[in-house]
């Protein structure tokens, strides 16, 4: 099946420090996904990506999908305490509902 | 406005008891998903239902699970009889159409199998 690797797996940063993560697939996805986990809560779509080379920002968050169709990367500009959570990726592939997840990236961000 | 509903949001219960797990979608919704999450394994789709039919159950673990979505505002996931690998957290989402839109996710049923 398809796999996704999710990078870094945890960070630890400064506030007012820009944040990198990607994710790179086994196999051709037509939609990437970015959504953010809060403690107790259940993942909130932040960017949604359907074509390879789209480049989408949402406020600090910019995203862009891959032009082999195989990763995507999302960063955050200027963390604030508030981006604190678990971020994941998702990709589509073939069917048009079956999402498969990343394993997430847990950011932390120190006043 | 409601979004998904979850409940209960914490169960804990002992090895070989029943558990179900209880959804109501948003309004409007016609797909329903459900997730489980774990450290291990991240996130994985275990059932989708379109119109309250079950499209794609392939990601159902085993015998032991089950799920119904006798009508368009209520689904149910059940596990019976539960096991302590099955201590998870369970997510409910919903969307518009076939699936491919946005999917909405509750806030989750922490389930504890001790």
């Known amino acids: 099946g398809q796999q996704l690797n999710q990078s870094p797996q945890s960070m630890f940063i400064q506030e007012g420090e820009d944040v990198s993560m990607n994710c790179t697939s086994s196999s051709i996805f037509n939609t990437w996904l970015w959504y953010k986990q809060d403690p107790g809560e259940g993942p909130v779509l932040l960017i949604a990506l359907y074509k390879a080379g789209e480049l989408t920002s949402n406020g600090r968050l910019t995203a862009q999908f891959g032009i082999t169709r195989k990763d995507s990367f999302l960063n955050i500009s200027a963390s604030i305490p508030s981006d604190v959570g678990i971020y994941f990726c998702a990709g589509r592939g073939g069917s048009n509902y079956k999402l498969t997840f990343g394993k997430g990236t847990l950011l932390t961000v120190n006043p | ?114």
């Not at chain 2, 409601?2 to 209960?8: C, D, E």
């Not at chain 2, 159950?57 to 015998?63: I, L």
Request: proline share 7%; hydrophobic share 35%; net charge negative.
């Open chain 2, 1 to 114: 406005d409601a979004g998904v509903i979850q409940s209960p949001r914490h169960e804990v219960t002992e090895m070989g008891q029943e558990v179900t797990l209880r959804c109501k979608p948003i309004s409007g919704h016609n797909s329903l998903f459900w997730y489980r999450q774990t450290m291990m394994r991240g996130l994985e789709l275990l059932i989708y239902f379109n119109n309250n039919v079950p499209i794609d159950d392939s990601g159902m673990p085993e015998d032991r699970f089950s799920a119904k979505m006798p009508n368009a505002s209520f689904s149910t996931l059940k596990i019976q009889p539960s096991e302590p690998r099955d201590s998870a957290v369970y997510f409910c989402a919903t969307t518009l159409g076939s699936g491919s839109n946005e999917q909405f996710f509750g806030p989750g049923t922490r389930l504890t199998v001790l």
